[in-house]
């Protein structure tokens, strides 16, 4: 399914954009683009927007390609001095590519857009149930490096 994306504005100097669908590459770039153009129109006389809350609630999937596009999208947000913050139910823990799952831990997420919206996104806060620090994540990279380590110790004998 194509990934839908909308916007709103549901406070003074805050963003809220809407993910529903499939987030993939192409989808990621539509996202860093609307996010991009959003920020940099500013009627003259009016404050920047402070804060850009991504909901995504309606998300039905993510590859790897979507979860870099949201590491785009709080590096575009911090250039034009916004934060982000997300809105994502317990569910998203599943859609997570587990190897983007480190990538993704600097994100503020909450369960409604209205926690959101009450939070200071000067101090960002994690869910418990959304983060686990017991839990190891290796990367396809950790598990190359050692396989390859392994072959080279038994090629040495």
């Known amino acids: 399914m194509r990934a839908r994306l909308w916007c709103e ?26 996010l991009d153009g959003r920020l940099s129109i500013n009627a003259p006389g009016t404050p920047p927007v402070q804060r ?28 034009h001095g916004a934060a982000v913050q997300l809105v994502a139910d317990h569910a998203l823990r599943g859609h997570e590519p587990i190897g983007d799952r480190p990538q993704l831990a600097w994100l503020a997420r909450f369960p409604t857009v209205d926690e959101a919206l009450r939070a200071d996104p000067a101090t960002p806060q994690l869910l418990t149930h959304m983060t686990r620090p017991e839990e190891t994540v290796y990367s396809r990279t950790t598990r190359l490096t050692r396989f390859r380590s392994r072959r080279a110790r038994a090629n040495s004998r």
């Open 52 to 79: 850009v809350v991504i909901d995504l609630r309606g998300l039905d999937g993510m590859d790897g390609a979507g979860a870099r596009a949201l590491e785009r999208a709080r590096r575009t947000a911090e250039h």
């Open 9 to 34: 504005v549901p406070a003074p100097q805050v963003y809220l954009i809407g993910v529903d669908g499939w987030l993939d590459a192409v989808a990621g770039v539509r996202l860093v683009r609307l």
